[in-house]
Each structure stands twice: as structure tokens, then as C-alpha cells.
Nanobody, 125 residues
Framework: QVQLVESGGGSVQAGDSLRLSCAAS????????VGWFRQAPGKEREFVAA???????YYADSVKGRFTISRNNAKDTVYLQMDSLKPEDTAVYYC???????????????????WGQGTQVTVSS
């Protein structure tokens, strides 16, 4: 079973950048589809971005062009580079991973069995 640990959250001003990291241990991570999700207070968890083992990436419309998901297989780490942050990006960000995510479910939290503990991102105006 793979264990996931997020880091890199913090408090920034609108327009700033942050890079979140999702470090994996326990299994060969490069075979996993990895997703980033976020949850703001009082809202449901929502899809942000995903990266399949074949390198294909997927983004929510709200972050397309501002966020970039990537992976470093040598470090068993997936990153979420977040640029031009907005106050509405404020949330707890979670990474998730699974080996059996089908394309039609890649934006669904239910498709992922392994989750990190989350990291807080706060963007002030």
C-alpha cells in the first residue's frame, strides 16, 4: 500500500505562487494515477488536477492555465505548481493515488483509494 504525504501549503497573497508536493512511499509510485483535490470550508471536495502514469494530465477548468501537475519518478513525488493564485483557491489540498483509475472517473474522488492528510492553502486578496 502506498502512503502519501503532502507539503508546501501556506498563506500567500493573490497573484503569488506555491508548489505543493506529494511524496509517496511503500510502492512503485510511477505506476499510479495521482490526483490533486481540494476542499474549502462548507464545500465538497473538488477535483483540481490529475496525472496518469502515461504522462497525460487533466485539469479542472477553474485552474487550467494557472496550475501544473508534474512528477519526479526518481523522488516518488508529484508536484502541483500553482501560479496566479486567487482567494477562491483557498482550501485544504489533498493528493490521492490509485493504480486502477479509469479515464471517465479521473475527476472523481471516489476513484482513488489512497489519500494524504492534506495541506492548507490560504490566499488573501
Amino acid at each position: 500500500q502506498v502512503q502519501l504525504v503532502e507539503s508546501g501549503g501556506g498563506s500567500v497573497q493573490a497573484g503569488d505562487s506555491l508548489r505543493l508536493s506529494c511524496a509517496a512511499s511503500g510502492r512503485t509510485f510511477n505506476r499510479y494515477t495521482v490526483g490533486w483535490f481540494r476542499q474549502a470550508p462548507g464545500k465538497e471536495r473538488e477535483f483540481v488536477a490529475a496525472l496518469r502514469a502515461n504522462g497525460y494530465t487533466y485539469y479542472a477548468d477553474s485552474v487550467k492555465g494557472r496550475f501544473t501537475i508534474s512528477r519526479n519518478n526518481a523522488k516518488d513525488t508529484v508536484y502541483l505548481q500553482m501560479d496566479s493564485l486567487k482567494p477562491e483557491d483557498t482550501a485544504v489540498y489533498y493528493c490521492a493515488a490509485d493504480t486502477g483509475v479509469i479515464l471517465s472517473s479521473i475527476r472523481s474522488a471516489a476513484a482513488y483509494d489512497h489519500w494524504g492528510q492534506g495541506t492548507q492553502v490560504t490566499v488573501s486578496s
